[in-house]
């Protein structure tokens, strides 16, 4: 029976690079967020379905699942995709929105009739162009930093152009993906002699088949919102979004070699009584009738405590690690309710707080790493129940990372707790940890 079966695929995880070599932060947190929402669906008795790349295999035991299929370096990921759509009547897609990504696999998943858990069509079609979200932000009279769509000059970037605007901007920039995903490929620069050395050293960094776009920099605390939209009936008044909570992020994009880095964040935010006021006279004026699922939206804080929207994201979160461990409902069950339109009654309230964050660090000790995987993987996860992906590494490397999430009373508990996990790590022989 496919009454309560639902396949969950998140894409780095569940084997949409499987024959390519990316970086082991995209294992980390894919697998950490199919983890929890895999977790938070079987809590409400769902019959579940997976797929997992064959280079974090040994990580299958860790997921509460009924099926899971490995996904091995000569498959076709994408037929795997579709047979698991056809057995399960729900489907939930985590997946980046460039290249049109996650666009066509929900695609998939609606053409075949079943009922989409993740973020619906329209929304992921307002989200995978950053330069749609900002005339969608603009449209709805919501603040948000001006940006540009850079022409292309014999395939690369025009260098002119963006010396242009700014020199018009006269503040710093960003020059990032049109169809980027979170901290993926955002370059900072805040002076002239900066764009140009980019111009001359870096523009092979830049894909010649992609679009890009400069933006104006808003200097201030990053945070992001967690949401459900609701199903809009044709008689109903607009209604805003559902606010799951507002979360702080560690971004690192202010560097001298042009390399941008998600850390991970903390949930609530702090002061977040005093965003929240502020941010529900906004939401209410802005139209997300298009969107339902969860998704997630990008915004600054001023230091004069202005909020300036950046970009929507139309999927899971990473911030969904640390929610979770905070909020007084099982926000899978919100997100399923959501789809049948009874979300309405529903508080949040926070019972704990939350520090989510990816550790990297270097094993130092004579040990194969298969060891490391199959042996000492249980004994972390029980001697440290925050890991969310427990140390990995790739090609017997000895560069591993992990990905944590603290449940603890409020932000200082929640560091006291990082500072033991990173000490318990040294005893079990990893250096260079941070």
């Not at 797929?51 to 899971?68: G, S």
């Not at 660090?361 to 000492?376: A, F, G, H, R, T």
């Amino acid at each position: 029976m496919m009454k309560n079966r639902v396949f969950i695929f998140e894409f780095a995880s569940g084997g949409g690079f499987n024959k390519v070599n990316i970086p082991i932060s995209l294992f980390c947190e894919g697998y950490g967020m199919l983890r929890s929402i895999i977790m938070d669906f079987k809590s409400l008795n769902f019959e579940i379905r997976t797929m997992l790349d064959y280079r974090i295999f040994h990580l299958a035991q860790f997921l509460p699942v009924d099926e899971v299929s490995i996904t091995l370096n000569m498959d076709n990921f994408l037929k795997k995709f579709k047979t698991y759509v056809r057995e399960c009547k729900y489907v939930f897609i985590i997946a980046p929105e460039s290249s049109n990504i996650l666009y066509k696999l929900t695609e998939i998943a609606k053409k075949a009739n079943r009922i989409l858990l993740s973020t619906n069509l329209k929304g992921i079609s307002l989200g995978m162009s950053k330069l749609n979200t900002y005339y969608f932000f603009k449209e709805n009279k919501a603040t948000t930093p001006k940006t540009y769509l850079i022409p292309k000059r014999k395939k690369l970037l025009d260098n002119e152009f963006i010396l242009q605007i700014f020199n018009r901007l006269k503040k710093p920039v960003v020059i990032k993906p049109e169809d980027g995903v979170g901290a993926e490929s955002i370059y900072y620069f805040e002076s002239q002699s900066q764009l140009k050395r980019f111009f001359l050293n870096f523009q092979h960094k830049v894909e010649y088949g992609r679009k890009y776009i400069i933006q104006e920099f808003i200097e201030g605390k990053d945070l992001s919102l967690s949401l459900i939209g609701r199903p809009y009936p044709r008689d109903s008044q607009l209604k805003e979004p559902f606010l799951l909570s507002i979360n702080s992020q560690n971004i690192d994009i202010k560097n001298s070699n042009f390399k941008s880095e998600y850390y991970g964040g903390t949930t609530p935010t702090e002061n977040y009584m005093d965003v929240k006021n502020n941010l529900n006279a906004i939401l209410e004026k802005i139209n997300f009738s298009d969107v339902t699922g969860y998704f997630g939206i990008d915004f600054i804080r001023s230091s004069d405590a202005k909020l300036y929207f950046i970009e929507i994201n139309p999927r899971l979160t990473t911030s969904y690690i640390g929610l979770r461990n905070v909020i007084n409902h099982n926000p899978a069950k919100l997100i399923f309710n959501s789809k049948l339109n009874c979300i309405n009654d529903y508080e949040i309230k926070y019972l704990n707080h939350s520090t989510f964050l990816r550790i990297e660090m270097d094993y130092n000790e004579k040990i194969q790493n298969e060891e490391i995987s199959e042996v000492l993987t249980q004994k972390f996860m029980r001697k440290i129940p925050e890991f969310v992906t427990p140390p990995i590494s790739l090609n017997k490397s000895n560069h591993f990372t992990c990905f944590i999430a603290t449940k603890s009373k409020n932000l200082s508990e929640s560091k006291k707790r990082i500072h033991e996990i990173k000490n318990i790590l040294k005893r079990f022989g990893f250096e260079n940890i941070k």
